[in-house]
């Protein structure tokens, strides 16, 4: 018996090509490609356990449902799609298959969300304090703010009672004290930045989580596909987090 599932890749841009390399360094099969020239679709062949998506927003729903034809689990790394996770978790729910999604795949991400979920509880009894974000990303990135700047966000409003708004605009002007602004820039080669601040007329504090590369993207969704493979549901890799990492890699 397999100690890895086999993965099939749905994209092969920069994170697929380097899922395929953590894949080969541990010895997990990548049985299967889809790209723009290879579509996944519902008679695509099904020699393959677990899917990784790493492609496009609008491909996601119609990616998952290929799957769940082929009655195949997914992991979903592509984001700036979650308005459709109502008609996601109903396909889950029809099909028994298992799907993780999640913003950030990054283990050292994971930590940073639990340092910002206790800051956050801090500034919440020290009104003296606001509480606002950076993020920056390289030119190419297609949402903005990134997927990881708004589970941050979320974070915040979660924990932060006087924060009830995310603001994602270029302000021009002077913001409400109830919005949370997150700032984007897009530009160069930048792997993902991410910096919230915690500003008052005394001091800052800046908490920066800053990715070298996108190792610790593709090791998360591999480590996410072993622990999907054979389950059914629907899953937050962030919310499954602790149980996610204890099946190693």
Partial sequence: MNKYPRIALIGNGSMGKEISRIAGEHGIHISRIFDENNRLVESSPNDFDVAIDFSTP????ENIMSVCTLQKNIVIGTTG????LQKIQ???????IGVV???????????????????????NATPDYDIFMQEIHHKRKIDSPSGTALSIGKIILDEVERKSIINSETCLGKIVPEEFHISSLRGGEVTGTHTVMIDSIADTIELTHRAKNRSGFASGALVAAEWIWKKQGLY???????NIMNSGL
């Avoid at 799609?81 to 459709?84: A, M, T």
């Avoid at 109903?90 to 028994?96: F, H, I, M, P, W």
Wanted: glycine share 4%.
């Fill in 58 to 61: 609008s491909a996601v729903v």
């Fill in 81 to 84: 799609w979650l308005d459709q």
């Fill in 90 to 96: 109903q396909l889950v729910d029809k099909y028994k």
């Fill in 236 to 242: 937050d890799f962030s919310e499954q987090f602790e």
């Fill in 101 to 123: 999604y999640g913003s950030n795949y990054s283990i050292g991400m994971q930590m940073y969300f639990r340092i910002i979920q206790q800051a956050a509880r801090l500034i």
